[in-house]
C-alpha cells in the first residue's frame, strides 16, 4: 500500500489503531508521521484523528489492504487543480472469487491488481477531498458532500478471507448507529447486508424492507429484499419484487432472480428465458452461465449445457460450482473419465459438497 502511495502526496500519515505485528515499523520506513490512536470502537474517530495531522489543502484516503497504480498518480495530481470541486469519488475494485456477490464480475487482462483472484465487485466513495468535511458513521464511514464526481480512477482492495467475528462486531456498530437514526435508510440498508452475509435472511428481510420503503428510488434495497425473501423459500414474495426491479429497469440481477425462483417452481421453460435474458443484459454474467447450463442439461441438451458451462470456467476458471455442473453432466452420459477430472475440480476449488463428491469419484 504505502509503495503504491508514496511519491503522490507532500505527506503521508500513517494512523495505528492497536496492531500487534511490525505494522509501525514498516510505515516508518516510508514516513516520520505514523500516529498511535487508542481504539474506541468508532471508525470515524480514527479517521477524523488522521486528518487533524493533515497540513495540506487535499486529502486522499487509502486502506492498508489497498493499492494504487502509480500510473494513476497523474489524474489524481491533475484533480486537485479544480478548486471549485470539493472531492470526487472513486470506484475500488473489490477482487474476490465468489461470483454470487452483487455486480461481481470476471478479471481481464487489464485487470494487472488481481493477483490470484477471479473477479471482482465495485464500491464507490469519496476517496479524494479538500481539507474540512469529516467522516461520519461508527462503521463504514464515509466523508458525505452534496456534489462529487467520478474520478476515473481505480483503488485495488484485495479481500481476505471472511471472518464472521469481524462481521459480528460490524453489526453491533451499525445497529448502534441506527438507534441514533432510526429512519435512516442507508444505515438500514446497511444492516440488511450484515445481516444477508451472516445469513440472518428473516432479521435482514425486516431491514431491507424498511430501507425500501424510506428510499423507494432506490433498486438496491429491493433487489437484495428480493434475495432474502428467496433463500428464505418465500418464491412468490421475492418474484414479486424483481418484478417491481424490472418495471423501473432493465436488470440483469433482477432477470437472474426471477430464473432462480422459475428453477425453484420447477418452470425450466421460464427459468431458461430468464437467465438467457440476463446474459443479453451482461453477457459476462458466470452464475447466469452455471444455472441455465443445468436447465439444459435436465433437458437432455447437452451440447447447449456444455457451451454454457465452458463459458462460466472461461470466464472464473476455479468456479467450483460450474465443475460440478459439468461432472454431473459428464456422469449422466456415461463420461466417466471427464466427470472424474471434474469432480475432481471442483474439490481443488472448495465445493460445499467436498465430501460427498470424494465418495462420488471412488
Not at 270 to 280: G, M, P, W
Request: include cysteine.
Amino acid at each position: 500500500c504505502l509503495k503504491s502511495i508514496k511519491d503522490l502526496g507532500d505527506e503521508l500519515i500513517v494512523v495505528d489503531t492497536g496492531s500487534s505485528d511490525n505494522t509501525k515499523q514498516i510505515a516508518a520506513k516510508y514516513t516520520e508521521k505514523v500516529h498511535d490512536f487508542d481504539w474506541v470502537n468508532d471508525f470515524s474517530a480514527a479517521r477524523n484523528f488522521s486528518l487533524k495531522q493533515a497540513t495540506s489543502d487535499w486529502i486522499f484516503v487509502i486502506d492498508a489492504d489497498e493499492v494504487l497504480n502509480k500510473k494513476d498518480h497523474r489524474r489524481i495530481k491533475q484533480a486537485i487543480n479544480y478548486w471549485q470541486i470539493s472531492g470526487f469519488n472513486l470506484c475500488t475494485k473489490n477482487y474476490g472469487n465468489d461470483s454470487s456477490i452483487s455486480s461481481w464480475q470476471p478479471c481481464t487482462n487489464t485487470d494487472l491488481f488481481s493477483t490470484s483472484f477471479a473477479g471482482w465487485h465495485p464500491s464507490i466513495k469519496i476517496r479524494l477531498f479538500q481539507k474540512g468535511p469529516q467522516f461520519a458513521g461508527t462503521v463504514h464511514e464515509q466523508i458525505k458532500l452534496a456534489k462529487a464526481p467520478l474520478l476515473p480512477v481505480y483503488i485495488h482492495h484485495h479481500q481476505g478471507f471472511s471472518d464472521n467475528n469481524k462481521s459480528q462486531v460490524y453489526l453491533d456498530y451499525t445497529k448502534n448507529k441506527l438507534k441514533q437514526n432510526p429512519e435512516d435508510a442507508k444505515i438500514l440498508f446497511e444492516l440488511g447486508i450484515q445481516q444477508k452475509q451472516l445469513e440472518d435472511y428473516a432479521n435482514a428481510e425486516i431491514s431491507l424492507q424498511q430501507a425500501a420503503n424510506l428510499e423507494q428510488n432506490s433498486i438496491l434495497p429491493l433487489l437484495n429484499l428480493a434475495i432474502v425473501q428467496q433463500k428464505q423459500g418465500k418464491i412468490d414474495l421475492a418474484m414479486q419484487n424483481y418484478h417491481r426491479i424490472l418495471e423501473r429497469k432493465q436488470h440483469p440481477e433482477a432477470y437472474f432472480g426471477l430464473g432462480y425462483c422459475n428453477y425453484q417452481q420447477n418452470n425450466l421453460q421460464l427459468a431458461q428465458q430468464n437467465f438467457s435474458k440476463s446474459l443479453e443484459l451482461n453477457p459476462r454474467y458466470v452464475d447466469a452461465y452455471i444455472n441455465l447450463g443445468a436447465i439444459y442439461e435436465q433437458q437432455d441438451k447437452y451440447e447447449q449445457a456444455a457451451s454454457s458451462l465452458r463459458q462460466a470456467i472461461k470466464l472464473h476458471p476455479k468456479n467450483a460450482q460450474a465443475y460440478y455442473n459439468f461432472a454431473i453432466m459428464h456422469e449422466k452420459t456415461q463420461n466417466l473419465p471427464h466427470a472424474i477430472t471434474c469432480y475432481q475440480k471442483a474439490i481443488e476449488f472448495n465445493h460445499p459438497k467436498k465430501q460427498q463428491t470424494m465418495q462420488r469419484i471412488k
